[in-house]
C-alpha cells in the first residue's frame, strides 16, 4: 500500500523560502507521476504542481508558475517542492498525492499524504 510522508512546513516571513519533501513507501514511485495539492484556510484543494515518472517533464498552477519548482529523486523515492518568494496568499497545507500514471496527461491522485502545514506571515 502507498504510503507518503511529508515534510518541511513551517513558519515563514513573507518573501522567504521553503522546500517541502515528501517520502513514499510501499509502492515502485518510479513509475508514477507524483504532484503536490494544496489547501488554504476555509478554500478548497488547488492543485500546485505534477512531475511525470522520470522528472522530465513537469507542470505548474498559474499561481505558482517561475515561483515554485517541483523535482524528485527516484533514487530515494522522494518529491520535492522548493518554494521561493512566499506570500501569505501560499498559506495552506501541502499534500503531495501520487499519480495512477507515468504520465502528465489526465494524471488522478490516488494516494495521497496527511500535508504538512505552511504558514506565511505578512
Known amino acids: 500500500e502507498a504510503h507518503l510522508v511529508e515534510s518541511g512546513g513551517d513558519l515563514v516571513q513573507t518573501g522567504g523560502s521553503a522546500r517541502l519533501s515528501c517520502a513514499a513507501s510501499g509502492f515502485t514511485f518510479d513509475e508514477y507521476a507524483v504532484g503536490w495539492i494544496r489547501q488554504a484556510p476555509g478554500k478548497g484543494l488547488e492543485w500546485v504542481s505534477s512531475?511525470?515518472?522520470?522528472?522530465?517533464?513537469?507542470a505548474y498552477a498559474d499561481s505558482v508558475k517561475g515561483q515554485f519548482t517541483i523535482s524528485r529523486d527516484n533514487a530515494k523515492n522522494t518529491l520535492y517542492l522548493q518554494m521561493n518568494s512566499l506570500k501569505p496568499d501560499d498559506t495552506a497545507v501541502y499534500y503531495c498525492a501520487t499519480g495512477n500514471q507515468p504520465g502528465l496527461s489526465g494524471i488522478i491522485f490516488a494516494n495521497w499524504g496527511q500535508g504538512t502545514q505552511v504558514t506565511v506571515s505578512s
Open positions: 512531475i511525470d515518472w522520470s522528472g522530465d517533464r513537469t
